[in-house]
Nanobody, 127 residues
Framework: QVQLVESGGGLVDTGDSLRLSCTAS????????VAWFRQAPGKERSFVSA????????DYADSVKGRFTVSRDIGKKTVYLQMNTLNPEDTAVYYC????????????????????WGQGTQVAVSS
């Protein structure tokens, strides 16, 4: 049973940067893709970014495009989310999730397509 653990969250000021990590453990890890989602208080979980495991194809929500960068280190079974120019609207619990599908045309943005989830890491951006 693969487990995902996020780290790197914290409290920062507007304009600051953070790097989140998502590390897999518990066995062979070869998903189709790994994604980041976030959930702010009182809101639904929303897609942030995703990366395919084998070739590193990426996708970003419009709200983070140009500010966030997703990457992965296959040897370390870790996916990173570099978040720059943070603003208060980025405040949320950030979750990573793995999609075990054999193939998709592109990374999914739908939470139900992701089979394994981490426990989340809190990101708070003060104004």
């Amino acid at each position: 049973q693969v487990q995902l653990v996020e780290s790197g969250g914290g409290l920062v000021d507007t304009g600051d940067s953070l790097r989140l990590s998502c590390t897999a453990s518990g066995g062979t890890f070869a998903p189709y893709a790994v994604a980041w989602f976030r959930q702010a208080p009182g809101k639904e979980r929303s897609f942030v970014s995703a990366i395919t495991w084998s070739i590193g194809k990426t996708d970003y929500a419009d709200s983070v495009k140009g500010r966030f960068t997703v990457s992965r280190d296959i040897g370390k079974k870790t996916v990173y989310l570099q978040m720059n120019t943070l603003n208060p609207e980025d405040t949320a619990v950030y979750y990573c999730a793995a999609d075990r599908a054999l193939y998709r045309a592109s990374p999914s943005r739908r939470p139900p397509d992701y089979n394994s989830w981490g426990q989340g890491t809190q990101v708070a951006v003060s104004s």
